[in-house]
């Protein structure tokens, strides 16, 4: 606790009240000492002790009583010890930390949250008279067990009157008001990350979290209220996280960190379940970044078997002939299963780890394509920092909560999807219909439903936040009928509206996109093929995959479109570099494809050079 932090009005009063010579002394007030030993001399008991406010704080520190003479000596020589070694606020700030407040409470802050409920910043003039009291005898003073104790404050509300402090009016307003007469409960905000905090750094006073207090408290009693509509034994978590910085403004472990119906001392924000259809986007971002497919591309929704794994759809219906935007709306599992076998489910785990995510595998086995309907283990935190990297245009950032050190992510740290890629699934997750509490196209968002009814989830994000909820038993235990867009979903808007500021926009599309029906896609991508012809090589020379030599490509040039050419490569290792006759156009790290806008109709010749400095080239002709 620092000065700053602390009403100025009891900073005051406490000093004219137990030391008005603070400023001035050496940590000893010679005259107060005298007078103190005059009055025991005539009393034969000590009437006033004339220990000074650097006096109380060795005092504090040493842990001994001084109600003899040689504690009282004891006290006077570290008293001058602190003068010489520490400034007088540093001296203060050590008093506003340690002083007794009676019981268990030390400390003006305990104190104030105890006895008022609020942080010691603004604090009214009988409120803070009390907390000055209070110290000198913490026991019989105390609010909670001796209510006329405590009207001790009166007789500091007069003497800080009479050094001119406050106003006389203002002191006679303060000691009509109310002395509390009970102890507060302390807030148990974001009590799983303190721990975690506590446990991290032992022996620290103070550790600075990166959790928003008012959006914390706001989304813990969400999650507390939520939770009882779907039984006593159901959990609520929620994860809500900065897109720029990776800053984690609250973090809501369970559904009451005391409820033993529910569990609630596990945090199920890093608990490992299986994430449902959450990963989807992942596989068809994958599908678009390596020039497989485009969000207008056909795919078939049919029985479909890959050896002895037979996915079926969640409604275990079939639609036949979708595209790929609707597969992904309507969260389908076949064409998702179908795209993962193109992708490769290598790849899908080595994103998921770019994006921060740690993927468990059943007994550390190979990835199935099982994977892509939640056959993994992941976190809370896990899908939250994949769908801020989707957020950011594809780019990862660590998600960091401040309770542990957290490395930052190197600048040239490898991509989770690249730009187009990511605006394409932005895209397809905005128009997702939402519950009956959302405003369609606000939020990009997903949910998933766990094999059995275990878990249900709803990821989704703005242009600056990303939030996840997940709703479940913490035994895993099935809750029949609890599913992401009923559960959890509703969750997830509700957390949007509690931020307290204005939905921001979705991030715009960046250069590559390619807005087009599928009729006027290029001929490969109208129509999603499982690519066995296409599978990466890196030890073979890239290959321009679209578009073909000697092809004519209509982009719609003679009508005054500006429509870019979207190069594609296969094999060879990156990063690449694009050539439009002769001059370079783009270089992508890891993304196979780029981007070019013709000035005008007529032959182009095409080329790429991979890191090996192998190259491809074609010429075609541009309409």
């Known amino acids: 606790m620092t000065l700053g932090e602390v009403d100025r009005h009891f900073i005051d009063m406490l000093l004219a009240y137990e030391d008005r010579h603070f400023a001035v002394h050496h940590g000893i007030e010679w005259r107060s000492m005298l007078r103190a030993a005059a009055q025991f001399a005539l009393a034969g008991r000590i009437v006033s002790g004339g220990s000074t406010l650097t006096m109380q704080v060795a005092r504090l520190l040493e842990g001994v009583p001084t109600r003899n003479l040689e504690g009282k000596l004891r006290q006077m020589v570290h008293a001058d010890a602190l003068e010489a070694q520490l400034s007088k606020d540093e001296i203060l700030t050590l008093y506003l930390a340690l002083a007794p407040y009676g019981g268990n409470i030390e400390g003006i802050r305990a104190a104030s949250l105890a006895y008022f409920g609020k942080e010691p910043t603004r604090l009214t003039a009988a409120e803070a008279a009390l907390l000055v009291a209070l110290p000198q005898s913490p026991e019989a003073r105390r609010p909670d067990r001796a209510p006329g104790g405590a009207r001790r404050r009166d007789a500091v509300l007069d003497r800080v009157s009479a050094a001119g402090v406050i106003s006389a009016e203002e002191a006679e307003l ?4 109310p002395v509390p007469l009970f102890r507060r409960e302390f807030p148990r905000l974001a009590a799983h990350v303190a721990e975690t905090a506590v446990r991290a750094h032992p022996g620290s006073r103070t550790v600075g979290l ?8 706001a989304l813990e009693r969400l999650g507390v209220t939520r939770a009882r509509a779907f039984g006593p034994q159901v959990s609520v978590a929620i994860v809500v996280a900065d897109q720029a910085s990776g800053d984690v403004l609250a973090s809501v472990g369970s559904a009451g960190l005391l409820d033993a119906q529910s569990d609630g001392f596990v945090d199920m924000t890093n608990a490992v379940r299986s994430p449902g259809s959450t990963l989807k986007p992942l596989i068809y971002g994958l599908g678009f970044e390596l020039g497989l497919a485009h969000p207008e591309s056909l795919i078939e929704d049919r029985p479909t078997a890959f050896g002895g794994y037979v996915p079926v759809n969640f409604d275990g219906h079939n639609r036949g002939t979708v595209s790929i935007r609707q597969a992904l709306t309507e969260s389908l599992n076949i064409p998702a299963v179908i795209v993962l076998d193109a992708v490769g489910t290598p790849r899908m785990v080595a994103r998921m780890r770019r994006a921060g995510a740690e993927p468990r595998l059943p007994g550390n086995s190979a990835p199935g394509l099982a994977i892509g309907l939640g056959g993994v283990g992941v976190t809370l935190r896990d899908l939250v920092s994949l769908y801020a990297a989707i957020a950011r245009g594809g780019t990862p950032v660590r998600l960091q ?17 690249d730009p187009v890629a990511a605006w394409y699934l932005t895209d397809i997750l905005a128009g997702v219909p939402p519950p009956l509490n959302g405003t369609p196209g606000r939020v990009a968002f997903k949910t998933g439903t766990s094999y059995g009814y275990r878990d249900a989830w709803a990821i989704g994000f703005d242009g600056r936040t990303v939030i996840g909820v997940w709703v479940g038993r913490p035994d895993g235990e099935p809750v029949p009928g609890i599913a992401g867009m009923v559960a959890a979903a509703p969750i997830l808007f509700e957390s949007f509206d509690r931020l307290g500021t204005p ?30 012809i296409m599978k990466v090589r890196r030890d073979a020379a890239p290959e321009i995959a679209y578009p073909a030599d000697g092809v004519d490509v209509d982009l719609g040039i003679a009508a005054g479109s500006d429509r870019p050419l979207v190069v594609k490569v296969r094999n060879g290792a990156p990063p690449f570099t694009f050539f439009a006759n002769g001059a370079p156009f783009g270089r992508t790290a890891f993304a196979r494809q780029n981007s070019w806008t013709p000035d005008g109709p007529g032959y182009v010749t095409l080329s790429v050079v991979d890191a090996k400095g192998r190259s491809d080239r074609v010429t075609v002709f541009l309409d």
Do not use: C, M, W, Y
């Open 174 to 177: 303060a000691k009509r008001e």
């Open 210 to 217: 990166t959790i928003d207090r008012r959006l914390q408290a």
């Open 401 to 417: 909560d401040g309770a542990t050190e957290i490395a930052p992510l190197p600048l040239d740290a490898a991509p989770v999807l």
């Open 503 to 532: 939905l921001s926009p979705l991030r715009d599309a960046p250069p590559g996109v390619l807005f087009a029906a599928n009729p006027d896609l290029p001929g490969p991508l109208r129509r999603f093929r499982h690519p066995d």
